[in-house]
């Protein structure tokens, strides 16, 4: 988008927003406590419609990071948490961004969660000069349009695609393999990586694209005709579930994988749990739940939330602390520009991976999990860095 | 590639994909024989069949999948509550959508709206209730192949809805020719205002039709409930390619649209070996646009009165 033409646009919404704001009885500034003063940190993601479980999952680490941030007591600030929510959509984004800005004791957010809100919503961010760091965007665009003040903690979609492929190449020792993705814009940008890379590696490919359906019959037949050792699916649950249920009932023996959108419980559950047996999936999200490195998390927030952590909200809890490290550091005199020039050079130990970025706003290093179904449950199996040898 | 590997296979699961079609383009036509009205909340009722069945099979199955004799008692149970689901909304629709705007002689537009809203309200409401995520059917018996056709393998669930279907088409066949309720179905379908002086009472055929339409379409939302899931919005695309079905045979025709459904559950699925997936649809639009070319009253010419 151009400037001017940015400005045009937003100058009014803002304006608009700040009025706005004023009706929703959010408090801004003021002093707490011990006389220190009051800062907040935000969360931004979708806390509503069909998506809300993913954003309530985030919304809950960011609330536990900043009370046990307080709880410490060593904070030259009292922190406050708000949240905004964009429901997930593009069009949810700049509205819920702008309630955010019009906040003047707002210093950082975490979010947005969704790729497409988090589009729509950076320009507002980065002309505010305020921080955001998304927990869960994983479109790989996101970082090339220049936002200023954008950063993310998970590695992109072609960083997973890339570590798939290695995984079914060399792990699996896979010879032929057969991809599908669901037409979407999520499935179609995880295929086209995963495909040129599996070629790279000697691993002859078959392509197809099926948009989601409930009847996948027709398409198992066709995968067990084409005699491939392993399949890859990218998309969501849902699809993937009932695609699995036509494959096992078609007499498919192979190995069965799926990416990020595949991987939850409901998976197991909609499939059936003996033909969900076996399945792998990759993904950039580590699994507070069964990760070690992750257990104090899971425990404080599941007595918090009387709930395990779902899937990123570990990412959203390393988000949320390694700009609470940030705020500490920069101190009572804390500004949204300086917060934000600070950020740049963050270099935290999160229980995910260590947080420190190159100069876009891309996480450094490229950590992608492998998780497979054992009795049941989703159990995670390592890193393809462990997993992968050669 | 194309036909060569799997043409038996893939004609048997769109024979299975295509009875489910007619089972649910029966309730088009009917319906649309009586009012020459579409029902598009009928794609509601074939969900909530998929629902009452579902419920029902969750409480009496344990952890253990059934065999025998008790799979065959829940499969049938399932069927009959799914059909007593769908054919209650079915009527209560009728009462609510429908007969009101009758008794005051409203436009078409005005019942298509009707419909439409009927439709939206019935999933959002299921969304509500039961969740927007897919609910798997327990399962009722072990899937897995019974026997063989010219190399490709028929499987149980394959056989269930074959034996449903069959017993469910040859009983309509037998209630439209034969009982007195068939004699009003089709002298309201010839000329209803004829049919009302001879001393049919219409209201009564009309909301009978809709029952008849809703038993076939619930039993068979349960019987896609036990080879998919069951889900809130699982209407929306059978009821689609259901209603293409019903046009496809002729609308109107009770035999056309067993035909229009067998046929549109064959074509999709062996198109599918040709091409890829994503033109599944163009396949099955694209034969039903070519057919209302050269025969624009279906493949067996509309009307229910004349044909039946």
Redesign the interface.
Known sequence: MNRKLLVHVAAPIAVGAVVLSGCGGSSSGGSSGGGKKTIALAYQGPLSG?NAQLGINMDNAVKLAVKQANDKGDLPFTLKFVDADDQGTPDGGPPAAQKLIAQSDVLAVVGPAFSGATKASEPLFSQAHLLSVSPSATNPQLTSYGFSTFYRVVPPDDAQGKEAAKYIAKTLNSKKTYSIDD?SEYGVGLSGVLEPALKGLGVSVIH????P???Y???A??V??AHVDTVYYSGYF?EF??FT?ALK?A?YKGNLMGGDGDKDQ?YV????AKNAEGTIFSCPCADATVDPKAADFAQAYKAMFNADPGTYSPEAYDAANSVISILKQVGAGATRQKVADAYKSVDFQGITKEIKFSPNGEVAGTTIFIYQVKNGKIAVLGTTADLVKG | MCFTHSFWQLTISGLSDGMLYALIALGYTLVYGVLQLINFAHSEVFMSGGFGGLFVVQALVGSKTPHGASSVMLVLLGVIVGALVGGSIAFILERVAYRPLRRRNAPKLAFLISAIGASLFLVNIAGKQFGRLAIPMPDLYTNGNVFSVFGADVQTNFVVIAIAAAIMLVFLDRLVAQTRLGQGIRAVAQDADTASLMGVNIDRVISQTFVVGGLLGGAAGFLFGLVFNVQYNMGFTPGIKAFTAAVLGGIGNIRGAVLGGLVLGVVENLGVSCVQSAWRDVIAFGILVLVLLFRPTGILGERLGRSA
């Not at chain 1, 197809?208 to 948009?211: E, K």
């Not at chain 1, 559950?269 to 059936?272: E, F, L, P």
Request: aromatic letters at 0%.
């Open positions: 069909d037409k197809d694209g099926i948009p359906t409930k009847d019959s027709a398409e037949q066709k067990v005709g849902a579930a009932l249920k009932a007499g409901q559950v909609q499939a059936g």
